[in-house]
């Protein structure tokens, strides 16, 4: 800028000085030309009375090279001329000026001479004795003008080429000085001259509207931020071309983004194949969406094109924690697929006895024990038909059951009382200690979970064995523990004892009626109570299974 400022400058001096030596060159030819033909003009008058005093002889006398003399009898014939030989001169009586000195007395004219080849000025006089006097001179070129002038034009160009670089480079300093000390973020009107107060007014108007255009635009990002802030789901705005513009916490967290991700491209965060191919697809105007297991846990990814002005100018993507559900499906496909296996096992043998019978190929003797087994069996599925139900209702919530205050001791009692036979055949010692504690609970569901405990702790005992059973309050929990002396868990299948129809020995669960559900439904019912439930077990040794419920439950 300051440059062709600059230049700007340079270029009009220079144009101006020419302009100007144009103007004064002409007016100084015209000035020059007046002057010389006037001086001519006078010299001619002198040397006439000169020539009609002496005659010829005059002019012999005269050695000036700077002007020529001619003198021209009337008929035109050249008597005698100061540079050529008379007898070599034409005719001179068809020149301009010796015709009109002839007709008028005097006459003048100016023209190239075809013997001297440059542009002369002529003056003529006619004498009174005929004849005709006639000076010439070359006259001034504007060439033979300027070089005379040379020196001169060349100092005043210089001076002038000076001052006007001087001064170009004064101007442009001062035109751009207020220019490069103006604050953009807060130019004063102050600072700088006249000419560039539009321009101050005009970007302090704009710094304005900027202002409130961004706080509008921070108030409108805060608040979207506020609202996805605590959202589950993640949500990512992409611009088209795949480039953060805004992540939530959840997005962040499941991404393993930092905060300074914004304004990075996605696939620097997460460049597996998956989101490229979700990106693509919304990029070229498609919803999308695809599940990803990232960190071991299952997500659901959905990407929309954001169209505006039929063309797409950027991407949202939603990102749902799927992986309860996942596994709820995966329990779900496993569970009928256990139900249905183990209701086959019975099935087939009940079958295979009846057909047995309905063949007549049981003996007579053989037909009670035929018949018991039947029993037995269908027993088992009444048991295991029972708990799935059961599980079945724990699945569906516990909508359709009532809070009540409950007193876990006394459903303890109630359920040694219940399988006292079963003690006794093994002849275990059952104790039950502690004292009433109440808790807020679904009597159902805590039947079920005392039942199964103590049902374990005599199923997996041994003859002569014991069973204690604690109910006490402590620090405003209540806790349930039941312990047995009985043949224990190996520390590999404590974790799973808890999954469905998972049995440490199967064929000893099925021996003593197991179903593999038992604990299933004590996590679920547990679960729903928010009580946690801890398990000490030692091979042969026995296990203690304890279960904390929270204050919250108690009354
Ligand atoms: P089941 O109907 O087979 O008893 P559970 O879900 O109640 O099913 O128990 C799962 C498995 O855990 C049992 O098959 C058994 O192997 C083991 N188990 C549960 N309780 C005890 C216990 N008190 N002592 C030893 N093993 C136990």
Excluded: W
């Amino acid at each position: 800028m300051k440059n062709s400022i600059f230049k700007s400058i340079c270029l009009a001096a220079t144009g101006v000085f020419l302009a100007s030596l144009l103007l004064i060159m002409s007016i100084l030819y015209t000035y020059f030309s007046d002057i010389q033909l006037e001086t001519l003009k006078k010299q001619t008058e002198l040397v006439s009375v000169a020539v009609q005093d002496q005659g010829i002889s005059f002019l012999k006398k005269i050695d000036n090279k700077d002007f020529r003399i001619t003198l021209i009898e009337s008929d035109g014939d050249v008597l005698y001329d100061t540079v050529s030989p008379a007898d070599s001169m034409e005719n001179h009586l068809g020149r301009e000026e010796i015709r009109e000195a002839l007709a008028k007395g005097y006459g003048e004219s100016t023209r190239y001479s075809s013997t001297l080849l440059e542009r002369q000025i002529y003056t003529a006089k006619l004498l009174p004795d005929g004849t005709v006097i006639r000076l010439s001179e070359t006259h001034y070129s504007v060439l033979s003008l300027i070089l005379m002038m040379t020196q001169p034009i060349a100092i005043v160009a210089v001076i002038a080429a000076v001052l006007s670089l001087i001064l170009a480079s004064r101007l442009s300093e001062k035109i751009i000085k207020p220019l490069n000390e103006l604050n953009i973020d807060k130019p004063e009107l102050k600072d700088s001259y006249e000419e560039l107060k539009p321009l101050i007014e005009r970007i302090n108007s704009q710094q304005r509207q900027l202002k409130s255009q961004s706080a509008e635009l921070r108030r409108k990002q805060e608040e979207f931020n506020a609202a996805t802030y605590n959202m589950n789901e993640g949500i990512v705005l992409l611009n088209e071309t795949g480039t953060i513009l805004s992540i939530n916490h959840s997005a962040s967290k499941i991404l393993s983004a930092s905060k300074y991700c914004i304004g990075k491209d996605i696939l620097l965060v997460n460049r597996s194949i998956e989101i490229q191919n979700l990106l693509n697809k919304a990029q070229s105007g498609e919803h999308a969406d695809v599940m990803m297991n990232i960190n071991g846990l299952e997500y659901q990814i959905n990407a929309s094109p954001v169209v505006s002005d039929d063309s797409i100018s950027g991407i949202a993507l939603i990102i749902f924690d799927i992986t309860e559900k996942e596994k709820a499906e995966q329990m779900r496909r496993e569970f009928s697929a256990n139900v249905s296996h183990e209701l086959k096992t019975p099935l087939h043998s009940i079958s295979g006895y009846a057909e047995l019978m309905k063949n007549g190929l049981v003996k007579e003797n053989d037909i009670v024990s035929f018949s018991s087994r039947i029993y037995s069996e269908a027993q088992r599925m009444i048991v295991l038909v029972d708990d799935i139900i059961k599980l079945s209702r724990l699945d569906e919530g516990t909508y359709d059951m009532e809070l009540e205050e409950t007193d876990l001791f006394a459903v303890a009692h109630e359920t040694v009382d219940i399988l006292k036979p079963a003690a006794d055949a093994k002849n275990l010692t059952v104790t039950l200690n502690g004292g009433s504690s109440k808790i807020y609970g679904f009597p159902q569901l805590l039947n079920g979970l005392v039942y199964n405990l103590c049902d374990n702790a005599i199923k997996y005992n041994r003859q002569n064995g014991s069973v204690d059973i604690t109910v006490i309050q402590d620090n405003n929990k209540t806790i349930l523990t039941v312990s047995d002396n009985g043949i224990g868990i190996p520390k590999e299948h404590q974790e799973r004892i808890f999954e469905r129809f998972y049995r440490v020995d199967k064929s000893h669960s099925k021996e003593v009626g197991g179903t593999g559900l038992g604990l299933s439904i004590v996590k679920h019912a547990a679960r729903l109570h928010d009580a946690e439930i801890k398990l000490e077990s030692v091979p042969d040794g026995g296990t203690t299974i304890s279960v904390i419920f929270p204050e919250k439950s108690l009354l």
